[in-house]
């Protein structure tokens, strides 16, 4: 009897590890299905080495949109602007249509996504663009009590030209619930990983801030992970209930400037981040 309680523990388990991916979408290669990087590896400071993020190695271009499933016009030629001045491109809802990925192929970057949820049949989360592939991977999901729908985050370690790794969480909150239990459990489970690290951090996305209860949350728990807030002078974030969604938090690193940039091709406008090592 004890054996067969483990041993449906261990499907359950098994089965679970197995659910939670991230796709890799790169220009002439298969699509991948990427499983969560050996978290022993972050902690043991044992991740393997890989190509650069940079070519050059003192700065650093970010990108972050939430790009709302890609619903409204001129989508392609913000998201073309933004790919061609940033290192990495942060992207939030970003759905898996045919025109995005063929898009992204075509831009020559590695693209890792976490399917959240699909509406109706393409997926749709976070999605993070590179230059090369990441060392360390880790898709992170989390429904909403509400809806039941998952918002999902995603975790990418990138080796740098100075020989040390770049940290870069990729997150879309959770937003409808009566409480902040699930947005507390979602930001702890991401601090799980960046305490294990060792190096510069970048955490960007939607972080749903929108009640003063979050925004003390989010603002708790980055001084605990020792992260600082990137200011925008001309500050046009998208704002609900009088508080910013968007934010990027870093560790590590200087920021050198920091816009935003207007657009009606989303309910989000664009951050751009530019850093230096």
């Known amino acids: 009897m004890i054996r067969s309680s483990y041993l449906i523990k261990s499907w359950v388990k098994k089965d679970h590890a197995q659910k939670n991916y991230a796709m890799r979408y790169v220009a002439g290669q298969p699509v991948e299905r990427i499983f969560p ?6 902690e043991d400071a044992l991740l393997p080495h890989g190509e650069p993020l940079l070519a050059n190695d003192r700065k650093l271009s970010v990108a972050i949109w939430n790009i709302y499933k890609q619903q409204r016009p001129s989508w392609q030629n913000v998201l073309a602007s933004l790919i061609e001045e940033s290192d990495l491109v942060l992207l939030q809802e970003a759905q898996t249509t045919p025109a995005l990925l063929k898009f992204i192929t075509t831009s020559g970057l590695i693209a890792d996504q976490v399917p959240a949820f699909a509406i109706p049949q393409h997926p749709s989360g976070v999605m993070t663009l590179a230059s090369s592939s990441p060392v360390y991977c880790c ?15 995603l975790i990418t370690i990138y080796p740098l030209p100075d020989e040390r790794q770049l940290m870069v969480i990729n997150v879309h909150a ?28 970048i955490f ?13 949350i989010l603002e708790r728990f980055a001084r605990r992970m020792q992260l600082r807030e990137v200011h925008f002078n001309d500050d046009h974030r998208t704002i609900v209930f009088g508080k910013p969604l968007d934010f990027v938090f870093y560790r590590e690193l200087n920021v050198s400037r920091a816009t935003v940039v207007m657009t009606g091709a989303s309910d989000h406008n664009p951050l751009i981040v530019n850093f230096s090592l």
């Open 37 to 42: 990087t050996s978290q022993q590896l972050l």
């Open 174 to 201: 959770i937003n409808f619930s009566l409480g902040v239990d699930g947005y507390n459990r979602q930001l702890n489970n991401i601090g799980i990983h960046i305490s294990l690290h060792n190096g510069p951090v």
């Open 204 to 216: 960007a996305g939607d972080f749903n801030a929108w009640s003063r209860q979050r925004l003390r």
């Open 139 to 153: 898709p992170l999901r989390e429904k909403e009590p509400i809806f039941r729908l998952a918002k999902s985050s």
